[in-house]
């Protein structure tokens, strides 16, 4: 019999877990934590959110720990801070219209004076015109970034580019839609 916990297999520290021993759950944190917490930040890119995943998902052990039948540690743990993830994605996504809104606003502040009220539907429908003008890659970060709140990191990461690279494409993006925004107010 191994002498501390540490040296304890993951079954072993399991059924040790299902009785509410503390120790064994210690254990289990400290020997998974670092690579569970990189596997998140690879496919968020935010401390915070990676930081809340680990969190939720070491939380949920403990406290579901008598119910669950894990048969391997390690693919449990990677398999819920997945699932973990794509929760987080899809309730960002139910924000995207709220950064749209904001980034409508952020464009209005910059480009018009006048008090005019502008709708998310016309918005819509003059960004989309002026995004399909763009080229397409600088589109498509214009997008990642600003609508869908991806990082700048794991944008470059995605699309093989250096994070210079994605930046010039959202300097070049915003500086577009400042100047057409602009002209199409004036011409109102």
Request: hydrophobic share 35%; net charge positive; proline share 2%.
């Amino acid at each position: 019999m191994p002498e501390t916990l540490s040296q304890f297999t993951d079954e072993e520290l399991l059924k040790l877990l299902q009785k509410g021993d503390h120790k064994a759950f210690e254990v289990i944190y400290r020997r998974y934590w670092k690579s569970v917490y990189g596997f998140v930040y690879h496919n968020l890119g935010s401390k915070e959110d990676s930081e809340e995943i680990l969190h939720d998902l070491m939380l949920s052990l403990w406290n579901r720990r008598e119910e669950l039948k894990i048969e391997n540690l390690k693919i449990y743990l990677f398999i819920s801070s997945r699932n973990l993830i794509n929760k987080s994605i899809r309730s960002q996504m139910t924000i995207r219209r709220y950064r749209e809104f904001q980034l409508l606003n952020q464009i209005h502040e910059t480009t018009s004076t006048s008090d005019e009220i502008i709708y998310s539907e016309e918005f819509d429908k003059r960004l989309n015109i002026l995004l399909q003008k763009m080229p397409e890659k600088t589109a498509l970060i214009f997008r990642m970034s600003k609508i869908d709140e991806i990082p700048v990191k794991l944008i470059a990461s995605q699309l093989a580019l250096s994070e210079k690279a994605v930046e010039y494409h959202l300097t070049k993006s915003m500086k577009f839609l400042k100047k057409n925004f602009k002209n199409f107010y004036s011409a109102n």
